[in-house]
């Protein structure tokens, strides 16, 4: 039997959880059964260069939500390589339900990364009429599961809960960071309201406190503006300018972990957050607010430690216990390690999705958009 082919489509390649997923998908899906795709809707970005020299790309470079052209050129496309499957993640799912409606009719399976959902509401309405047109829906965490069965009307056999996965990263130099070792704490998130640095500052002011040389790498892009001058006054009304580093985007996240001591996550909302399974991957014991699937990866507790979102006190003493205890730290990193390789490796996740795959391939699916008012 010959390979199916698969697109995975994603607005754009800047470094997210989503398009970081979307890049892990089309580099791990089995070549003996998939040919990958990649489509950019919105534009390219600095993961670009992840992407597997295999994988053929199409760049729509669409101006806005519903571009004929572009439209146009992922149909054209589609037939020209026999596409039958789109992957849509996020907000690429308008591109691919449009496109879907014409020949080859590829199946559409919806991946929904919203991290926000705790904070920020969505148009249920418009999202219900295009899932309609999708032969599935994915949801990186229980609680998007939910909202598309309950909310969405989405059948319980088409919505599938699979998590998150990361790639392991070769060896590379340890880079030169701010801190001493025992002492580092490190977050890896990008700088949105919904990761709740503010609440991880005010912690910190606490914790250094009692350990002076507790120093915070704050890891992720800063494409918020006022998000970052909110972090920068936070930093210095504390008076944490020498314990805290914004370190920005980077692409050595795993080499950086290498060298930390301590995992933290203060989100106020999440899916399944990537950065914890990192912290696992590389050893170290995580300290994560009980949101999303956060609870889960960390195993109620047992492999990693739980605190109330928006509670830096309790926060601080989470820190406290680690950063005072090296036997702790290296119970849980372990802990945390065994989970993450057992539950959230490349191939266990993969192989879900695959099952996915063939389920939808093997539905009756519309034929055109199917609109209810």
Known sequence: MSPVGVMHLVDSLDVGGTERMAVNFVNSLPRERYVPYLCTTRRDGPLEESVGADVVRLRLERKHRFDVVAVRRLVEFNRE??????????????????????????????????GRYAVEQRNAFLFRQLVRNASGVIAVSEPLAE??????????????????????????????????????????????????????????????????????????????AACLDFVKKEISQLELGANVSLLGERHDVAAILRVCDVGVLSSASEGLPLALIEYGMAG?????????????????????????????????EALLSLLESPDRRAALGLQLRTRVQGFYSSGTIIERACRVYETVLRQDRPRGIQLIC
């Open 81 to 114: 390589h026999g596409v039958r499957l789109l992957h849509a993640h996020s907000s690429s799912l308008f591109v691919a339900v449009a496109a879907s409606g014409f020949a080859p009719h590829p199946a559409v399976v919806w991946h929904d990364h919203y």
């Open 147 to 224: 909202w598309a069965r309950n909310r969405l009307h989405v059948p319980t056999e088409r919505v599938w809960y699979i998590p998150n996965f990361v790639v392991p990263a070769p060896d590379s130099q340890p880079p030169i960071l701010p801190g001493v070792r025992g002492a580092r704490i490190v977050c890896v998130a990008n700088l949105r309201p919904q990761k709740d640095h503010c609440t991880l500052l005010r912690a910190m002011a606490l914790v250094v406190q009692r350990q002076p040389a507790a120093h915070l790498l704050l890891v992720g892009a800063a494409n918020d």
């Open 284 to 316: 170290l014991p995580a300290v994560a607010t009980e949101v999303g699937q956060c609870p889960e990866v960390l195993d109620q507790g047992r492999a990693g430690m739980l605190v109330a979102p928006g509670a830096a006190r309790l926060l601080a």
